[in-house]
């Protein structure tokens, strides 16, 4: 036997296991621990890095603010300057050239400042400090814009101190226009005199303090936006530096550099100085260097800890298994003395007692179960004789039962022999006579395709379990034939192994070709019924489901195999139809006695609760016996038929009348509209146009020969002609909007107000009016008319505003109980609400035409657009409040009906 398979002693698995236990879970615990120490640190660390960074902005920006007010206190001193320096501008005549700057520089301010003169060019023309001559501030520094504002507002302008960038000299600037705005005065404060107040305000102590606090710091440093380092003149940039910088300043943000090999870790953070109310940007950029070493270091340490606790662990462990492992074995092993003498055959062998209740108790038994092994090899060599005699009966038995049957018996050499057989296997292989077959000779006699299942077969017989199987063996003359194979092994009560089996064989050839003809031809009904697109059920006799096809399931709404097993009432029939009949009794009545029912129409139900129409063809199921197998029901869907029948139903009762109603009504009003047009046009429009006519040529050829009272009338009469022939425009318009025909489709109401605000562009010329188009929903509706009906809102919005001084027109949509409002709302001049029923009435006016002009037509015309979409229009207003229209636009049938009812808002 190969070493890794020799059996091992209980005692040294048992202790290999309780170590391997122990190992395992103290590298579990090792290595958790160390990971949350290891998460603990890096997220202390990144705590410590953020809040380092944030002290140093605050530091920084705290500072800032004390210089600054530091830099205040001297804009007393710099305006009385620049105010002085203003009056000697004046006093020369305005000529900067005639200045004398040096002797103002020595004689006013005692050599504090420097005088500067800026052209209109921002460029230094007259200064006291050489360096500074011809320095352009647009080109080299950027304050075009701000000396523009000056030279615009005037004034005194401070600035901060700054330090030059050549010279690092502290200097504080002022500037100030001259009255005639064609220079800028600058001053300039030579900060030797204010240095030692000012640098009693530094960064250098609270950055250092930062440095002591944080193990992670190795270095800070602080620059200028220019890239000059704060406290160190000697620092010399390259231009990789000066990138970092600028990337920092015109992202106005952070960045962080990790140092290939080292880990170090360099974050350039942006901190905003800037302030609107100076010239100078004092921003500065943090550069903060994180040494990765003291947390390497801390990491190294928790390694060595945890590594030294689980060795100390582990050398515990190993004491305390080999301990418990020797005291659970002790007993096992005088147990299995026992019980290996027993083996060898001295039945007689006492099996020492235990200290320890189970092993007591497992010694007991074994004493208990040698005294019936005894008893049993006795019996067993009394029914020896009875086992041949039944063995004879047996196979006696097997000649009438099965077409062939044997038993085989396993020898020494393991192979197998025939015992006796019964039967002849002829039939079965082709050969009518023959050697007998051991299992081998068999198993090349099985079809292919079902050596497996042989095989198998076998494998039971070794496994001791009995076993049928069916398997297809090769006749004579290239026939197949099928095989009903059963067997029955036989254990030997000394070593348990099988021994022997039993076997009987029956040719079912027959039988099989029955089951596979019988199993297409359902496969042929079920694929036909699962294809057809009708509804297929089959029902029991107390109105379950036991079957329904596909196309059932999916025309009901419910999941494949939902409803087998369901009463059919309550899941696809309803207790009663929508008119109060009971269906159920149908279904109850078709379980009963199909007969009365082969063909039917009823009423269904779908999960959703719809209702369908179903047309139904049943009958009952009977096998060969007569036997009932249910009832088939065959349905097919009748709904739109249905629907169709009560539609032409309705539409024949009532289409008459309609007709002849509809017919009258459109005559009578072709009539009076063909009238009222006739009239208008002939009879009103062209008098209109020979007064009109007749005082134009009055006014024109003869103005001359008039008086002023008389031209007055003529304009008056002119105007009032024109009018008429607006109002009489308006009067055809709204006779004609009720034959105008619809041309339906989506609207964009933004893009169309936006149209109609376009058009009306003259009305706000002059004035302040604010409008506002927001949450505008589409609509379905006539563009032209849905247009006419905002140009009428909007232009009375307008014109009813005119006495604001800002006029404020609201325009867009709400929805509201699943309905979208559309509104005009405005801060006019507004009406009584007690007139808001009267309002839409033609010729109906609230205000004096002399004062807000139009032909009381318009909001006729516009309810009557609405009208005709199928909407509603109202109206709320009040006196010097403002006015808001609302309306709706229903879907409509080209006549002015709506399709659907609306509701009222609130």
């Known amino acids: 036997m190969p070493l890794s398979l020799r059996p091992r002693p209980f005692s040294q698995i048992l202790l290999v296991s309780i170590v391997a236990l122990i190992v395992l879970v103290l590298v579990g615990i090792t290595v958790v621990d160390y990971a949350i120490a290891e998460r603990n640190l890096r997220d202390h660390q990144a705590l410590i890095q953020d809040q380092t960074e944030t002290d140093l902005v605050n530091a920084i920006e705290l500072v800032d603010k004390g210089l600054k007010l530091f830099d205040d206190t001297l804009n007393v001193q710099m305006q009385d300057g620049l105010e002085q320096f203003v009056a000697e501008y004046e006093r020369v005549g305005r000529d900067p050239a005639a200045l004398d700057l040096e002797r103002l520089k020595h004689e006013v301010f005692g050599d504090t400042m420097d005088l500067y003169v800026i052209n209109e060019s921002n460029m230094v023309e007259f200064t006291t400090y050489p360096p500074d001559q011809d320095l352009d501030f647009g080109a080299e520094w950027g304050l075009d814009d701000y000396l523009a504002m000056i030279r615009a507002e005037g004034g005194f302008f401070p600035d901060r101190v700054v330090r030059e960038a050549d010279s690092s000299i502290l200097r504080k600037y002022a500037y100030m226009p001259t009255p005639d705005r064609r220079y800028v005065l600058e001053l300039g404060l030579i900060g030797e005199r204010f240095r030692k107040q000012r640098q009693e305000l530094q960064y250098t102590a609270t950055i250092e303090d930062v440095k002591a606090l944080n193990p992670y710091v190795e270095d800070i440093r602080v620059f200028t936006v220019y890239g000059k380092q704060v406290g160190n003149k000697s620092f010399k940039p390259d231009d990789e530096f000066l990138e970092r910088i600028d990337r920092v300043v015109a992202s106005k943000s952070s960045f962080s550099m990790l140092e290939p090999g080292t880990g170090r870790k360099t974050v350039y953070r942006y901190v905003d100085l800037f302030d609107e109310d100076y010239a100078s940007d004092l921003s500065m950029v943090l550069e903060l260097t994180f040494n990765p070493r003291p947390i390497q270091e801390a990491l190294t340490g928790l390694v060595f800890y945890h590594g030294m606790a689980a060795l100390l662990a582990l050398l515990l462990g190993l004491l305390t298994a080999n301990f418990v492992t020797n005291r659970l074995t002790s007993p096992i092993r005088g147990l299995v003395g026992d019980v290996d003498a027993i083996a060898q055959g001295d039945l007689d062998h006492p099996v020492a007692p235990s200290q320890t209740r189970e092993f007591s108790v497992l010694g007991t038994s074994i004493a208990s179960m040698v005294g019936q092994l005894k008893g049993t090899i006795e019996q067993l060599r009394q029914h020896q004789v009875s086992l041949s005699e039944s063995e004879d009966r047996y196979r006696r038995t097997l000649d009438l039962v099965s077409d062939y049957a044997y038993s085989m018996e396993r020898q020494p050499d393991g192979s197998w022999r025939r015992v006796w057989e019964s039967g002849n296997p002829g039939p079965v292989t082709g050969e009518m006579s023959g050697p007998s077959r051991t299992p081998e000779e068999w198993s090349a006699l099985v079809h292919p395709d079902d050596r497996g299942l042989f095989e198998e077969h076998l494998r039971r017989i070794e496994a001791n379990e009995p076993h049928q199987s069916e398997f297809r063996v090769l006749a004579g003359g290239g026939e197949t034939r099928w095989f009903n194979y059963r067997t029955m092994p036989v254990r030997d009560p000394v070593d348990g192994h099988v021994r022997a089996y039993y076997a009987v064989g029956q040719d079912v050839t027959d039988r099989k070709l029955n089951e596979i003809a019988l199993r297409e031809s359902e496969e042929k009904y079920r694929q036909l019924v699962e294809d057809a697109n009708s509804i297929i059920l089959r029902l029991g006799p107390d109105g379950g489901i036991w079957y329904v096809n596909e196309y059932a399931e999916q025309f009901f709404g419910y999941e494949p195999g939902e409803l087998l097993g369901r009463d059919a009432i309550g899941t696809i029939v309803p207790e009663t139809d929508e008119e109060g009949n009971p269906v159920g009794d149908i279904v109850h009545g078709i379980c009963r006695d199909p007969s009365e029912y082969t063909i039917n129409q009823n009423e ?116 009032n002609a024109r009018r008429m022939a607006r109002l009489i425009d308006d009067l055809l318009n709204f006779s004609r909007m009720g034959r105008q025909s619809m041309n339906l489709r989506e609207v964009d109401l933004s893009d169309l107000v936006n149209e109609v605000l376009g058009e009306l562009g003259g009305e706000r010329q002059g004035r302040d009016v604010r409008i506002t188009t927001a949450g505008l929903a589409s609509c379905r509706g006539d563009p032209a008319l849905v247009k006419q009906i905002y140009s ?41 609400q007690k007139y808001a029923g009267t309002l839409f009435k033609v010729f109906h006016r609230l205000h004096d035409a002399r004062e807000y002009e139009g032909t009381g037509v318009g909001l006729a015309i516009v309810k009557r657009i609405v009208e005709r979409h199928g909407g509603r229009i109202w109206v709320e207003s009040e006196e010097d409040r403002g006015t808001t229209f609302y309306f709706t636009l229903g879907e409509e049938n080209g006549d002015g009906d709506a399709r659907g009812e609306g509701h009222s808002a609130g």
Request: hydrophobic share 35%; aromatic share 8%.
């Open 604 to 719: 269904n139900m779908r999960k959703d609760g719809s209702r369908v129409f179903v047309s139904w063809t049943n009958r009952a199921i009977h096998d060969d016996d007569g036997t009932p197998l249910g009832i088939l029901c065959i349905g097919n869907d009748i709904t739109r038929l249905k629907e169709a029948e009560g539609e032409n139903r309705r539409l024949t009762e009532n289409l008459e009348e309609r007709v002849r109603q509809r017919t009258e009504d459109l005559a009578a009003t072709n009539r009076e509209l063909e009238s009222f047009t006739y009239t208008v046009s002939h009879d009103l429009r062209a008098p209109l146009r020979a007064i009109d006519g007749y005082t134009y040529i009055l006014l024109n050829e003869h103005r001359p020969e008039l008086s002023d009272t008389a031209r007055r009338y003529l304009e008056q009469i002119s105007e």
């Open 792 to 832: 009428n809102l909007i232009g009375n919005a307008l014109k009813f505003t005119r006495a604001r001084e800002v006029a404020e027109i609201d325009i867009g949509s709400v929805e509201r109980d699943g309905e979208q409002i559309f509104f005009v709302r405005d801060n006019g001049v507004g009406f009584d």
